[in-house]
């Protein structure tokens, strides 16, 4: 049996300067990145600061503003799926290609200046292909490419969703595309530091090792078979290691399968920015995406949403839509890899009696906090 690669637990102590920062951008996650027509309209473009992420899901370029001490997200593009690429170091090309077209568009678009662009490369992208993909991203473009850990980022994300007054109270559990993390702040007699944990599978590579192993036999019985020699071993030693994760009394889920959960079982609440699922939801979907994947997504929209004025037929064609955008975004199969990765970290987590809850504006949480730390002493350039 093959040995995991093993993520050890990345410690930070908070610092009361860190403390404010976070209670400020604790408040960012607020904003509703709808809300005007021409996002771009009166923003200096002095002020404005490209990401392009690169990860485990794809190239998913986003626009953000520097306004005073807040960095507001403005806008994002299309997103050019993982699938376009297949993550080798021959696809480098193709990708580096993808990255030239979208700088040039926001450089069309938005006047973004030219260094007000980030390219990052997320903890999803594959460590074989990221030294092909620098030079050919940086030979089409002479602009450097960062990579950030699991470590980092999940603790980016967490610092950019969870309120300064929660920040003792939560772990943040993320099913990514390319691997599974998380974090929570740790309590100690000198500070508040924050814990770090994960593993190298995601709900699409997790799907891809499956095949991989399982040759001509049926994907269930291996996917059984893998989470009891890797997976659950795995997020046993993140307990081991991590054990403040099952202690927090509120879980925020981020990731993929979190959202295909929370569309699913609350399809008519989803502009809210937390949506609490009860053990009861979180046990029935899971289940029903490891047996029936396909059935799992077919909810019952018979019921009005919550709020009366809203029209109901319109309603219930949004969320018909939305729903059948995950089948889009994930296999069949995929939808099974999520499911057991996510049942198997929140049964080890003690989920039951527990507030448990999707936080549906963690899309651009870490490349937002990225650039709120890439800017923190510079003022607006």
Known sequence: MKTRPVFGVLSMKISPLFLAVLAMSALLHAADNTAEKNPLAGV??????????????????????????????????????????????????????????????????????????????????????????????????????????????????????????????????????????????DVRADGLRLASFGIPFGTKTFAQKIDDERHDGAFAIT??????????????????????????????????????????????????????????????????????PREALQPDLAQAPHQPTENVAAARSKATGAIAKIGDVFTDNQLVAGAILLKSYLAEMGYHGRDVYFYTQALYAWPQQYIIDATADQGSK
């Open 223 to 292: 996917a059984e078979s893998l989470r009891e020699q890797f997976i659950q071993p795995a997020i046993r030693d993140d307990v081991a290691i991590a054990p403040g994760m099952q202690h927090r009394p509120r879980i925020y889920l981020v990731g993929g399968i979190a959202w295909s959960m929370a569309l699913v079982t609350h399809p008519f609440e989803m502009k809210q920015t937390l949506i609490k699922l009860t053990p009861h939801e979180i046990d029935s979907f899971l289940d029903k995406a490891i047996s029936s």
């Open 44 to 185: 200096s473009p002095q002020n404005l600061y490209g990401v392009i992420e690169i990860g485990g899901s794809g190239v998913k370029p986003m626009l953000f503003e520097k306004k005073g001490g807040k960095v507001l997200f403005l806008k994002n593009y299309e997103v050019t799926e993982a699938d376009a690429f297949s993550w080798t170091a021959s696809s480098s090309g193709l990708v580096a290609e993808t990255v030239q077209d979208v700088v040039q568009k926001m450089e069309t678009d938005a006047k973004v200046p030219d260094d007000h662009f980030d390219i990052v490369g997320s903890s999803g992208v594959p460590s074989d292909v990221r030294p092909t993909l620098t030079d050919s991203i940086m030979q089409k473009l002479h602009l450097k490419v960062s990579y950030i850990t699991i470590e980092q980022e999940s603790q980016l994300v967490f610092r950019n969703i969870v309120p300064a007054d929660q920040v003792g109270d939560v772990v943040v559990l993320d099913i990514g595309s390319g691997n599974s993390k998380g974090s929570y702040a």
